[in-house]
């Protein structure tokens, strides 16, 4: 069974497929159990949006990477990225290389996730 819909199969198949899969391989309670024979992918699908809202508004790294915050710090460090590069590639010792690119790293994954995981 894989997570790809197969030719011709609407999510809501697909959805009961996974469900049928997932109740007959793990043990539940007996509630959980109920919940999840009762759930649909609607049901999912909103809770799903419901969570990300709260999840947006709660979510003490998302203010702290928020546009008032982190962003414009790292947006000013991208926008200087080349001419960072170019001063660091002269460094004799070539430590300095390495520092930035990891900096870099660290930025390029921040902005990254700043939308779909925060």
């Known amino acids: 069974m894989g997570l790809e819909l ?19 391989s793990v043990e539940f309670s007996k509630e959980e159990r109920e919940l999840l ?21 709660e979510s003490r790294v998302r203010r702290f990477v928020s546009k008032t915050h ?3 710090l790292l947006d000013g460090l991208i926008s ?3 001419a960072i590069t170019y001063l660091a590639s002269t460094d004799p010792h070539g430590i300095a290389p390495l520092v930035w690119g990891g900096i870099r790293i660290v930025c390029q994954v921040i902005m990254a996730l700043d939308t779909p995981f925060l």
């Not at 030719?7 to 497929?17: H, K, L, Q, T």
């Not at 759930?39 to 799903?48: E, G, V």
């Open 37 to 57: 024979e009762s759930s649909s992918l609607k049901t999912f699908t909103l809770d799903l949006h419901d969570f990300e809202a709260r999840q947006a508004r």
């Open 80 to 82: 200087l990225d080349s």
């Open 6 to 24: 197969t030719d011709g199969e609407r999510p809501e198949d697909a959805w009961m497929r996974a469900r049928t899969a997932i109740l007959s």
């Open 70 to 72: 982190l962003k414009p």
